[in-house]
């Protein structure tokens, strides 16, 4: 069980932010499988002050959509400050601010990940946002630069300092990316040095693996990111085996067809078809991983510009021996 506010997550899984894949039809989607508390994309808090179109489109959310995270990139307290205000008034149920993206466009900013290397200004930017925020304020962090500088437990103390309500800690440094082994190690370190909630992330890619962080680490809840991408069903599979300790058989191809098509039609409402079946298509990808034939099927969805060219290619998939 995990509280953030007066908002408590049962199964203590929640839905990462993904840019570039955690939009409305994506969170949506991992709803009905049984996610409770999802994350919009990381969006840049000066983008959002400055009211660019494309950031407001990614905050788009309706009334099932909930609860809900918002998280900002930013490193200046002025600015997230400004862009606080401009979230109060919009329908999310905490504000996250992201010390953890690893890209090098956003580092080289000082933002993301790079914010680790100065944590007195992590705490300021913390203190600005909570004093600020109608809802609670949480931080994603990496478990520090590089393998020479593994800070977060100062980090996380700061953040607690500042008033965050918790701490979401991806177990590896920014120059890992996104390989290399998990340091739980780290993340329990964190787990013993704060109060807050401490939710862990990190290669929770199925039931057991979540299991594993939440055993090895102590952690008040998990974050599910690329496990989720063409497998929905890791919410309830986690739940299952969290609660039973039994997971439930895994879909079958029918199952999984009938998703495929289910989330290519939520896309294409959203996006409309153009951009949705281009979208779509890395979905295609993720979802038909492993079943027969997908290598061949997944090069001509990779092709696919219309909607019913993309049904075609799953009906295709279904049909496979
Ligand atoms: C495509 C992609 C996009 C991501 N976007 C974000 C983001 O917007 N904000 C963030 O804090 N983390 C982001 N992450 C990191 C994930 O939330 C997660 O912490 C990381 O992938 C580790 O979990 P995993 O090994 O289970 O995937 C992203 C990861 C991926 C693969």
Not at 145 to 158: H, Q
Not at 307 to 315: A, F, P, Q, Y
Request: aromatic share 6%.
């Amino acid at each position: 069980m995990f509280r953030l506010g007066n908002i408590t997550i049962n199964s203590g899984c929640l839905l990462a932010p993904l840019a570039g894949i955690s939009d409305l039809p994506f969170r949506m989607l991992n709803r009905s499988f049984g996610c409770e508390y999802a994350f919009i994309e990381m969006v840049s808090a000066r983008a959002l002050v400055f009211t660019n179109r494309n950031t407001l489109k990614m905050l788009d959310s309706n009334k099932e959509d909930r609860p809900l995270g918002l998280q900002l990139l930013g490193n200046d307290p002025e600015v997230m400050a400004r862009a606080v205000d401009i979230v109060n008034s919009m329908p999310v149920d905490s504000i996250d601010l992201n010390a953890a993206c690893p890209v090098s466009k956003v580092t080289g900013r000082g933002e993301g990940s790079a914010m680790l290397r100065d944590p007195l200004n992590i705490e300021a930017v913390l203190r600005v946002m909570v004093e600020r925020s109608v809802v609670p304020v949480t931080v994603k962090i990496r478990t520090g630069w590089d393998s020479g500088s593994l800070n977060a437990v100062e980090v996380a103390k700061r953040a607690e300092q500042a008033g965050a309500s918790a701490v979401f800690v991806h177990g590896r440094t920014r120059q890992q990316g996104y390989s290399g082994m998990v340091d739980y190690a780290a993340i329990e370190k964190i787990k013993k040095n704060v109060t807050i909630p401490v939710a862990g992330s990190g290669d929770v890619l199925s039931a057991d693996l979540a299991k594993k962080m939440f055993d090895e680490t102590g952690c008040d809840a998990v974050m599910i990111a690329r496990g989720a991408l063409g497998n929905p069903w890791i919410f309830r599979e986690t739940d299952a085996y969290l609660t039973t300790g039994a997971v439930p058989a895994k879909p079958e191809k029918s199952d999984i067809c009938l998703t495929m098509k289910r989330h290519l039609d939520m896309m294409c409402g959203y996006h409309g078809e153009e951009q949705a079946v281009k979208m779509f298509r890395k979905f295609f990808g993720w979802y038909s991983k492993g079943l027969p034939g997908s290598h061949a099927l997944k090069s001509s969805a990779f092709k696919a510009c219309k909607r019913d060219g993309m049904l075609m290619l799953i009906d295709e998939l279904m049909g496979q021996k």
